[in-house]
């Protein structure tokens, strides 16, 4: 079975930390481009983070620029968001999402969920106090 799944979401103050994970079973994600999107309540899905296929650039929406940081570890066959400085606006329920199709970190490219094949169910992320 192919699948995505996120991990890593929680509950914590404004100024926390938390590190998000994304784990594919099925399928390595070696080579594939890789995007972190978000939803807040109420609000459509955007996109926070996306890297290359090529693993050699990555993107980051203005929101959340200096503030998180996407990595990849092949040899674990996971993606990282770590998110640092949270604001209460950061609130959202996180998917990662993963593309065999040649994505580059031109944001309109990188943050078009059309473009992605598969789909974690999402971690929440709750920023208060």
């Known amino acids: 079975q192919l699948q995505l799944e996120e991990s890593g979401g929680g509950l914590v103050q404004p100024g926390g930390s938390l590190r998000l994970s994304c784990a594919a079973s099925?399928?390595?994600?070696?080579?594939?481009?890789i995007g972190w999107f978000r939803q807040a309540p109420g609000k459509g899905r955007e996109g926070v983070s996306c890297?290359?296929?090529?693993?050699?650039?990555?993107n980051y929406a203005d929101s959340v620029k200096g503030r998180f940081t996407l990595s990849r570890d092949n040899a674990k066959n996971t993606v990282y968001l770590q998110v640092n400085s949270l604001k209460p606006e950061d609130t959202a329920v996180y998917y990662c999402?993963?593309?065999?199709?040649?994505?580059?970190?031109?944001?309109?490219?990188?943050?078009?969920?059309?473009?992605?094949?598969?789909w974690g169910q999402g971690t929440q992320v709750t920023v208060s106090s």
């Open positions: 999402a993963a593309s065999r199709r040649r994505i580059t970190t031109i944001p309109a490219i990188c943050y078009d969920e059309w473009r992605y094949d598969y």
């Open positions: 099925g399928f390595t994600l070696d080579g594939l481009a």
């Open positions: 890297i290359s296929s090529s693993g050699e650039s990555t």
